[in-house]
């Protein structure tokens, strides 16, 4: 579904992305894990259009889609998270999921004057898909709760239901574990295979969580120094003499330490 040629990212002299090349199949999960500051979260921007890469080509289901902007991604069902959640923290959790979808009749000043009905009719649609995702989401009871109350794991999960509003095809995670209790974790890894499997959603996430990692995707690729280190199934990773190296620098005597995650 996406295939990264060779990219390369600089800032000045220093090679943030240098020469990346890998390919998500379609229907996957995939896990991109490596060390802090292996580049894991400058081509995940690359490739969602907020950073323009130095060189190199990136395809998605063979079209050419380097370069553009986040919005152009977004119209073709490549959606991005962030590890921080960038919620509208005086609106509802209702309110946040719909207003989502683009191109709304309610946008236009023209149709909030000759439009009404239209508008009416379409913002009862949303409402009720909203609806739909927040159960979906197990966070119904929240519906009406400010986004900025609620807690650093229901904020993931509300990240999650954006991508939800506008039937997403690929979407990447940034850290979607990061400062998550166990309990609302397993409810978003819970919500990811159910869209995975139900609903035909690829995913691509970055996370330092290796149980997180190893009960969701498969395959796992690893970066290091801005390139792409190694590729398979969680075990086989574990076993990487070359990931073990990267993590910790002092091979297979600690070897243990990375299989136990």
Request: aromatic letters at 6%; proline letters at 2%.
């Amino acid at each position: 579904m996406i295939v990264v040629e060779n990219v390369h990212k600089h800032f000045g002299g220093f090679h943030a992305v240098d020469g990346a090349s890998l390919s998500i199949a379609k229907g996957s999960i995939t896990g991109l894990i490596g060390p802090n500051g292996a580049g894991k979260t400058t081509l995940f921007n690359v490739i969602a259009g907020v950073l323009k890469p130095t060189s190199g080509r990136i395809t998605m289901e063979g079209e050419d889609i380097t370069g553009l902007e986040p919005h152009e991604l977004f119209g073709k069902g490549l959606l991005r998270t962030f590890q921080i959640a960038h919620e509208f923290s005086s609106m509802s959790c209702r309110e946040n999921l719909m207003m989502v979808p683009p191109n709304q009749a309610g946008e236009r000043l023209w149709n909030t004057w000759f439009q009404r009905g239209r508008i009416a009719e379409e913002e009862a649609a949303l409402l009720k898909k909203a609806d739909e995702v927040l159960d979906f989401l197990t966070i119904g009871h929240l519906k009406d709760e400010k986004a900025g109350n609620l807690s650093g794991g229901q904020k993931k999960l509300l990240e999650l239901g954006r991508t939800m509003m506008v039937d997403a095809r690929i979407v990447f995670l940034d850290e979607v574990g990061a400062g998550v209790n166990r309990t609302l974790l397993n409810t978003i890894g819970d919500a990811i295979l159910r869209l995975n499997k139900e609903r035909g959603y690829t995913f691509v996430m970055i996370e330092h969580d290796m149980d997180f990692i190893g009960r969701l995707c498969d395959p796992v690729i690893v970066m290091a120094e801005g390139r792409v280190l190694a590729e398979g199934t969680i075990e086989q990773i574990k076993a990487n003499e070359q990931v073990i190296e990267a993590y910790l620098g002092t091979g297979l005597k600690n070897k243990h330490k990375i299989a136990a995650g």
